[in-house]
């Protein structure tokens, strides 16, 4: 089975704080996303990751970086957390360009006060 | 601009009868369908899929149907049960191999 972890469940972070959300998964995925998921708005992709060191922009990437160093991590990195961004953060692999199912992570329930 | 909606919230229904959850999409460069079921406080599960080249595809009891002329794919769930309470979200791809684009979800509701 295909696991995708994330570092935490729950997060409370401070407006102005710098967050990092870290994802891993464990079946040498190529591709690898991160999207958050907002009540009437449903999932939206942020960033994504087709190989190391590579990234494309989602559809709202701003106020948002990404770092992947290693194949099976992908971080998601907030540089001044503000309130608008409190959300659920869901990340995700798939396995390559031929592959379209995306397997997610639990997701983390992030909190800016 | 919305390319996948989901236009119901959510649906409730009788244990044993079916389920059918809507989707509609106006991108025509979408070419493979995907529903995902969501537990609170868990990540998006992969349910079914579809190609374009079809027109219905199933796994048990979970059958998923296009019709590309009206732009519109449906999920039925027969029979429903309690623990099919979820959110059910569609998923569209096409044009880019990486990029999913979501509906908002519908929240459906099994009653014992």
């Known amino acids: 089975d295909v696991k995708v972890t994330q570092s935490s469940r729950y997060l409370v972070k401070r407006t102005g704080e710098k967050v990092f959300l870290e994802c891993v998964q464990d079946m040498d995925h190529e591709n690898m996303f991160w999207y958050r998921q907002d009540p009437g708005l449903g999932l939206r992709l942020i960033y994504f990751s087709y190989d190391v060191k590579m990234k494309e922009k989602g559809d709202i990437p701003e106020g948002y970086s990404v770092s992947r160093e290693k194949k099976e991590r992908f971080s998601l990195i907030l540089e001044s957390a503000s309130t608008n961004q409190t959300s659920m953060y869901l990340c995700?692999?798939?396995?390559?360009?031929?592959?379209?199912?995306?397997?997610f992570g639990p997701g983390t329930r992030l909190t800016v006060t | 601009d919305q390319q996948v909606k989901q236009n119901s919230p959510s649906l409730s229904v009788q244990e044993g009868r079916i389920s059918i959850l809507n989707c509609d999409y106006t991108n025509s460069m979408f070419d493979y369908f995907l529903w995902y079921k969501k537990y609170p406080a868990e990540g998006p599960t992969f349910l079914i899929s579809?190609?374009?080249?079809?027109d219905k595809n199933e796994d048990g009891r979970f059958t998923v149907f296009l019709n590309k002329s009206a732009k519109h794919l449906s999920l039925h769930i027969v029979p429903s049960q309690p623990g099919d309470s979820a959110v059910y979200f569609c998923a569209a791809l096409g044009g880019s191999n990486y990029k999913l684009t979501f509906g908002k979800g519908t929240l459906l509701t099994v009653n014992p």
């Open positions: 995700a692999s798939s396995l390559d360009v031929s592959a379209y199912e995306q397997y």
């Open positions: 579809i190609s374009s080249i079809k």
